[in-house]
């Protein structure tokens, strides 16, 4: 009865329909409890922070000339072939009904936008460089239609971390919350500004780049996103090791009081009683 009236108030009509649209996507009384996603998550979200490790490893490497641009490429391309999956697998259709609805169709749009990061390299490797003027080095800004798809996954990226960030709060992980917050918005700002900026150029050709440019971007650009990709991929790995740790719980509570009148009376047959 309070979910149907918590309904009718999102649905007043003399709200309006903006109103309505925006109360009945930010008010959480009402909804269904969460459902049980442990075990989803306790193996996908460790997955996926894994997956953010890895990346940052790979940035960290090509920004200080460790490795080729083109090998950066083609690890990330790999990994991007198999991301959607781990996030499709953080994103339980389960929880629709305890979300308000713009999850919904967050969780259903998110897994199909992260493919464009591997269509986005393929099509670059496809029809790029086999060119004249490609090769494996050049910037992708060379080539529009990569980064126009990079660009949706990007934004993927951005409605992905929101998205944990609503599940986190019905789950009262705040902890995990705020990371998954506070990547949302670093990604929507200084996330831009590493995408459309030279970083790996500036590290990688050196060519009449004074010293001071190359620690801007390394020092004002690189390493405060690095420092949020850790904290998303905590966050990640905070939801997975919460789950292990509720479902342990829950097994050992199974039995445990026959388990304890057994050791009763293994303790009493030892005193004699």
């Not at 009236?5 to 409890?33: A, Y």
């Not at 060519?207 to 440019?213: C, F, M, N, R, S």
């Not at 998303?232 to 509570?253: G, N, Q, R, V």
């Amino acid at each position: 009865e309070c979910g149907s009236n918590q309904r009718e108030k999102q649905n007043n009509p003399s709200h309006g329909k903006l109103m309505n649209l925006i109360e009945s996507n930010i008010v959480v009384k009402g909804l269904d409890p969460v459902a049980d996603f442990r075990k989803r998550a306790k193996y996908w979200m460790r997955l996926g922070g894994m997956f953010v490790l890895a990346t940052i490893f790979l940035q960290f490497v090509v920004l200080f000339a460790l490795i080729p641009i083109g090998v950066y490429r083609f690890a990330l391309f790999g990994m991007s072939l198999f991301w959607p999956y781990v996030v499709y697998g953080m994103m339980p259709a389960k929880v629709d009904p305890s979300m308000p609805p713009i999850y919904k169709l967050i969780r259903k749009w998110v897994p199909v936008s992260q493919w464009c990061w591997a269509i986005g390299y393929a099509v670059w490797i496809v029809f790029y460089i086999p060119t004249e003027e490609g090769t494996v080095s050049n910037s992708l800004f060379n080539y529009e239609p990569t980064m126009f798809f990079h660009a949706i996954g990007g934004i993927g990226l951005i409605c992905l971390a929101y998205w944990l960030n609503g599940l986190a709060l019905r789950v009262s992980l705040d902890s995990a919350a705020k990371k998954f917050n506070l990547t949302a918005f670093v990604m929507m700002t200084l996330g831009t500004l590493v995408f459309i900026s030279p970083w790996k150029y500036v590290s990688y050709e050196n060519d009449g780049i004074t010293p001071a440019l190359y620690w801007f971007y390394a020092v004002a650009l690189m390493f405060p996103w690095f420092y949020v990709l850790i904290l998303f991929a905590l966050s990640l790995f905070e939801f997975s090791s919460t789950s292990a740790w509720s479902l342990k719980y829950d097994s050992d509570l199974e039995g445990r009081q026959e388990r304890i009148r057994k050791k009763r009376e293994d303790y009493d047959k030892e005193r004699g009683w």
